[in-house]
């Protein structure tokens, strides 16, 4: 079973920038759509981004585009989440998923530990 491990968070300043790292153990991740969700304190865990296997088609959350993109490296088994611009309000834990090509968290198999991010004002 593929394994992912979520990276990049931490704490950073508003209107600063993080990248998180999603890499996966094996390729199966080279087959598979890749998400991006997150989860604030006391919120259900939300959609952010999507990337479809090809690395040839993405979506943002309406809400985010512009500050958040979504890519990957297949020849490395890794995908991004670059977060510029960042707001309080993306504070959460953010977790990659491997699944479908979807904006749905059932259409995932597998799933990352989360990486936190903390964005102060």
């Known amino acids: 079973q593929v394994r992912l491990v979520a990276s990049g968070g931490g704490l950073v300043q508003a209107g600063g920038s993080l990248r998180l790292s999603c890499a996966a153990s094996?390729?199966?991740?080279?087959?598979?759509?890749m998400g991006w969700f997150r989860q604030a304190p006391g919120k259900e865990r939300e959609f952010v981004a999507m990337?479809?296997?090809?690395?040839?088609?993405?979506y943002v959350k309406d809400s985010l585009r512009g500050r958040f993109t979504v890519s990957r490296d297949n020849a490395i088994n890794t995908g991004y989440l670059q977060m510029d611009g960042v707001k309080p309000e993306d504070t959460a834990v953010y977790y990659c998923?491997?699944?479908?090509?979807?904006?749905?968290?059932?259409?995932?198999?597998?799933w990352g530990q989360g990486t936190q991010v903390i964005v102060s004002s």
């Open positions: 998923a491997l699944g479908r090509y979807s904006d749905s968290q059932s259409e995932y198999d597998y």
């Open positions: 990337i479809r296997w090809a690395g040839d088609r993405t």
């Open positions: 094996d390729s199966t991740f080279r087959n598979s759509g």
